[in-house]
């Protein structure tokens, strides 16, 4: 499902007013300019960010024609920053596809408040869109609900990507969390829907039951990685968890050994041949040996190989696992609350 959307759409935003920040310099000259977000609150109490910003090269609004005919031409198309999933349905327990992006927002937009709405939003055809980040989520559906905890557990110190080992927030787990480029995250959906509630209370608790045994999976592509993709679908989260290293004991994971210090190397060779390097070094030796293997290995010395092995085992951690129980089907009794985007007409040639 579709859910984050930052970028430049093609719908006027000239009816939008909101504060601007000047920057003036020593002699009164106004060096730039530039208007601040607005937030706007949805039917269901979510909001989401908006802003008037100056078309980019090639980027130009047609609007509807005026009273004689004659063609109308806007410069300030729409910036949009938020989660247009959860502003047209309240929640994001599930939603659209990202495929149906462009739809999405046309929704989104169309939904607008009538002061602020753009004069082209029951156009025809698909708006013009300038991306700069976009969050596709996919569910996982575990046997349990500590399966989903017992997993990220796991890999919160078995797993590491090229930006190096996962790094871990309460009981969410990134990958490459400051890439400007792309980040993944893993949480529990059921406890994220206990902090962040919808205004609901009683469908609140009817969406917790339904993510209860479900692991959230959320892929973060910003500008660098979204030129040329085109039209993008969930299978896009999968190529990149594929980047992801899960899991210690392949031999292979301890190519990089030379470039640990000689006397960490030896730890590592130890605790991968059955050593007990806990009780071998110092508190303080081992500590310090501990915490390099970590950051450059990402490997958890103080865990036993074999205690590793039965824990990633039984938590299933795997790709294909994962893949195979991915959530792609709303039941029924719950599709009042996905929102169906309608189909956009095209204009006939």
């Not at 973060?220 to 979204?226: A, G, I, V, Y």
């Not at 994971?253 to 070094?281: A, H, S």
């Not at 994962?322 to 309608?342: A, R, S």
């Amino acid at each position: 499902m579709l859910d984050w959307f930052s970028g430049i759409v093609g719908y006027d935003a000239s009816r939008l007013e909101s504060d601007v920040v000047y920057k003036v310099d020593a002699h009164g000259r106004t060096l730039w300019t530039s208007p601040c977000w607005v937030e706007v609150e949805g039917s269901y109490g979510k909001s989401i960010q908006l802003r008037r910003k100056e078309a980019p090269p090639g980027m130009g609004l047609w609007l509807p024609a005026d009273e004689l005919g004659r063609d109308v031409f806007s410069t300030n198309p729409l910036q949009i920053s938020g989660n247009p999933v959860k502003y047209l349905q309240g929640h994001n327990a599930f939603g659209p596809s990202v495929s149906l992006l462009l739809p999405i927002l046309k929704g989104m937009v169309k939904e607008l408040p009538l002061s602020i709405r753009p004069k082209n939003a029951d156009s025809d055809g698909w708006p013009e869109t300038r991306t700069s980040r976009v969050d596709i989520a996919v569910s996982v559906e575990m046997d349990s609900h500590q399966d989903v905890h017992d997993w990220l557990c796991s890999v919160g110190t078995a797993s590491r990507s090229r930006h190096g080992r996962a790094l871990v927030s309460g009981d969410t787990v990134y990958w490459g969390q400051h890439s400007r480029r792309w980040t993944i995250k893993a949480y529990c959906k059921f406890c994220e829907m206990a902090e962040h509630r919808t205004g609901d209370l009683r469908l609140n608790e009817q969406l917790r039951e339904y993510v209860r045994n479900q692991l959230r999976l959320e892929l973060t592509l910003r500008t660098p990685e979204l030129k040329g993709k085109g039209t993008l679908d969930e299978s896009i989260l999968w190529e990149y968890f594929q980047r992801i290293q899960i899991g210690v004991l392949e031999m292979d994971r301890l190519r990089d050994i030379e470039m640990l210090p000689r006397g960490t190397q030896l730890c590592l060779l130890k605790w991968f041949n059955g050593g007990d390097v806990t009780n071998i070094y110092k508190r303080r030796t081992f500590y310090y040996h501990r915490r390099i293997i970590l950051d450059e290995i990402g490997v958890d010395v103080s865990i036993p190989p074999q205690e590793q092995q039965s824990i990633l085992k039984r938590v299933k951690y795997d790709s294909k696992y994962l893949m195979e129980h991915e959530v792609k089907k709303v039941p029924g009794f719950l599709q009042g609350w996905l929102f169906k985007p309608e189909p956009l007409r095209v204009s006939s040639a």
